[in-house]
Nanobody, 123 residues
Framework: QVQLVESGGGSVQAGGSLRLSCAVSGFTYATYCMAWFRQALGKEREGVAGIDSDGSISYADSAKGRFTISKDNAKNTLYLQMNSLKPEDTAMYYC?????????????????WGKGTHVTISS
């Protein structure tokens, strides 16, 4: 069965860094978009970063220059390195997989979701 399990969330001061991990099982990356989403309290879920099936990477404007998405195929793990964190980055972060080959960073295109890991950035 498909499983996505996030880890690495926590609390950090503004300007600090965190590295989120998503352990995946039950499928391969071959034809999937792999992506990170986040949802802050009282706000809609938004796409943060994604890797297409061909390896192409996309970022939300809010993430460019600060976040880096990557994957380790040997470990079946997706990562999100987050640097220069800001209070507005505070949210629940979700790992997601889409059967379509290209990531639009739209939640509707995702078929599988993790349960999330929370990130809190203090001023």
């Amino acid at each position: 069965q498909v499983q996505l399990v996030e880890s690495g969330g926590g609390s950090v001061q503004a300007g600090g860094s965190l590295r989120l991990s998503c352990a995946v099982s039950g499928f391969t990356y071959a034809t999937y978009c792999m992506a990170w989403f986040r949802q802050a309290l009282g706000k809609e879920r938004e796409g943060v970063a994604g890797i297409d099936s061909d390896g192409s990477i996309s970022y939300a404007d809010s993430a460019k220059g600060r976040f880096t998405i990557s994957k380790d195929n040997a470990k079946n793990t997706l990562y999100l390195q987050m640097n220069s964190l800001k209070p507005e980055d505070t949210a629940m972060y979700y790992c997601a997989a889409g059967e379509g080959g290209y990531c639009s960073l739209g939640a509707g295109g995702m078929n599988y979701w993790g349960k999330g890991t929370h990130v809190t950035i203090s001023s």
